[in-house]
C-alpha cells in the first residue's frame, strides 16, 4: 500500500543516508592524505556533505510530515515543495563535487541550492501560516517556533552564499572573510540545534513513551539558544569577541536546559526498545563535548575541525541516527504494512545490527575527535573506518526491516 502523500518522502531519506554514508568514505580519505593541496576543500565538502546531504535533507524530508501531524494543517503547495526538495539535494550534490573538483563553480551552485530552498521555504511559511490563526494557544507556539527555525535556516543559506562568492574572482572588503564563522554559527546552532530542540519535544514522545515534565526547560533552551546563535554570528562577522562569549554563553546555558531535560526524559522510559534511546543519550554527551571545543575555540585554541565534526557528526547526526531507528522503520511499516500498522520498530528490526550500528558510530565519533585533537591522522583513519562499519550495519538492519515488513 503507498504512503499517504504527506509521508515522508522515502528517496529524500534514502538521499540522506547515502550522504550519510559517503561521509565516511571522505572522512577515510581525508585522513589518508591530511596534508594534500586539497585536504582544506576536502574538508570544507565533508562539513557540507554532512550539513546539507545527510541532516538538512533529511530534516525537511521529515519536516514534510511532521508540520501537517503535529499542527493538524495541510501543507499549502506541497507537490511543489517535494519537487524542490529533490532539486535541493541535487544541487547538493553538485556543491559537494565542485568542493573537490572544480571550486570555480561553486558560487553558481550555491544560488541554485537556494533558490530550490526559497520554494520549500515558501510553502513552508504558506504551511504554518494557518496554524497563526489557530484558536490553540499551543498550536500557535509551535507554528512560531517552526517558522523561526525556518528563518534560521534561511539566514544560514544567504550566507553561505555570501560565503561562497569568495571562491569567485570577486575582491572581497576585509571584512568579507568573517562570514563563513557567521554563516556556520546560524547553522549549527539557529537551524541544526534549534530545529532538534523544537522537533525533539514531540518526537522524544514515542521513543520512550515518556513527555518533559518541565516545559519552562523547554522555553529556555529555546529562547537561549535563538539568541545566542544570533550573538553569536555577529560577534564573529564583526570580530569582537565579547559579543561571541556572550553568544556562546547563552547557547552553554541552552544546551544546559535541554540535557537535563531530555535526561530526564529518558530516564523515566517506558519503551523498553533502548536502540534509539541509546542514540539519543549519546548525541547528549557529543554536544557537550563540541560546547566545550566551541569555547576552546574562542579561548584562542585551533580545534576549529574536531568541533565541527563534534557538533555534525555527534550532536546532530547521532540524534538523527537515533530517529532513524524508529521513524524510519515506522515509514517502512507504512509503506509496506499500510497506515494502520502499529507493529513495533523494535520487532521488525532485531537486536544485533542496530546495536552494532550504535557501538561502531560511537566508536567513530571518538577516534576520529582524538584524532583531530591530537594530530593522529592513523587514530582518525580508523575512527573513519569504524564509522563506515556503522553505517553498513544501519544499513543493513533497515534492509532488514523492510524485508521483515514485506513478510
Known amino acids: 500500500m503507498p504512503a499517504r502523500k504527506h509521508w515522508i518522502p522515502p528517496l529524500g531519506l534514502a538521499f540522506g543516508q547515502l550522504c550519510h554514508g559517503l561521509s565516511w568514505v571522505l572522512a577515510l580519505a581525508i585522513a589518508l592524505d591530511p596534508y594534500s593541496q586539497r585536504a582544506a576543500s576536502a574538508q570544507i565538502a565533508w562539513i557540507h556533505l554532512v550539513a546539507l546531504g545527510w541532516l538538512t535533507t533529511t530534516a525537511l524530508s521529515i519536516l514534510l510530515h511532521a508540520i501537517p501531524a503535529f499542527l493538524e494543517v495541510r501543507w499549502r503547495a506541497e507537490s511543489a515543495a517535494r519537487a524542490s526538495l529533490a532539486v535541493f539535494a541535487l544541487g547538493v550534490a553538485a556543491f559537494v563535487a565542485a568542493f573537490l573538483a572544480a571550486p570555480r563553480g561553486i ?110 526547560l523547554h522555553v529556555i533552551s529555546g529562547t537561549a539558544t535563538l539568541i545566542g546563535a544570533l550573538l553569536l554570528a555577529v560577534g564573529s562577522a564583526l570580530g569582537v569577541a565579547a559579543i561571541a562569549w556572550s553568544g556562546a554563553g547563552l547557547i552553554a546555558i541552552g544546551a544546559a536546559a535541554y540535557v537535563v531535560d531530555v535526561a530526564a526524559v529518558l530516564h523515566g522510559s517506558t519503551v523498553t526498545y533502548r536502540v534509539p534511546q541509546a542514540f539519543v543519550a549519546s548525541a547528549l554527551i557529543w554536544l557537550v563535548v563540541a560546547l566545550a571545543l566551541g569555547g576552546c575555540i574562542l579561548a584562542g585554541l585551533p580545534f576549529q575541525e574536531a568541533f565541527a565534526f563534534a557538533m555534525l557528526a555527534g550532536w546532530a547526526g547521532q540524534m538523527v541516527n537515533g530517529h532513524i531507528f524508529h521513524i524510519g522503520v515506522r515509514l517502512i511499516a507504512t509503506i509496506y504494512r499500510g497506515d494502520e500498522d502499529e507493529t513495533p520498530p523494535g520487532q521488525l528490526l532485531g537486536p ?26 592513523p587514530t582518525a583513519a580508523a575512527g573513519a573506518v569504524l564509522g563506515l562499519g556503522g553505517w553498513i550495519a544501519l544499513a543493513s538492519a533497515l534492509a532488514s526491516a523492510r524485508a521483515a515488513a514485506r513478510a
Open 107 to 216: 558560487f553558481g551552485i550555491a544560488i541554485s541550492i537556494v533558490a530550490a530552498l526559497s520554494v520549500y521555504l515558501a510553502t513552508a511559511w504558506r504551511t504554518l501560516a494557518q496554524a497563526f490563526r489557530s484558536p490553540d494557544r499551543i498550536d500557535r507556539a509551535v507554528a512560531r517556533a517552526f517558522a523561526v527555525t525556518l528563518g534560521m535556516l534561511a539566514l544560514a543559506a544567504l550566507l553561505g552564499v555570501a560565503s561562497a562568492s569568495l571562491f569567485t574572482s570577486f575582491t572581497p572588503p576585509p571584512w568579507f572573510v568573517r562570514l563563513p564563522p557567521a554563516h556556520a554559527a546560524i547553522a549549527l546552532f539557529g537551524w541544526l540545534t534549534l530545529l532538534i530542540y523544537g522537533v525533539s519535544a514531540r518526537t522524544l514522545r514515542p521513543l520512550t513513551g515518556n513527555r518533559s515534565r518541565r516545559p519552562v
Open 352 to 377: 544485533r545490527l542496530p546495536w552494532a550500528a550504535f557501538a561502531s558510530m560511537q566508536c567513530a565519533v571518538a577516534a576520529i575527535l582524538a584524532g583531530l585533537i591530537f594530530g593522529s591522522a
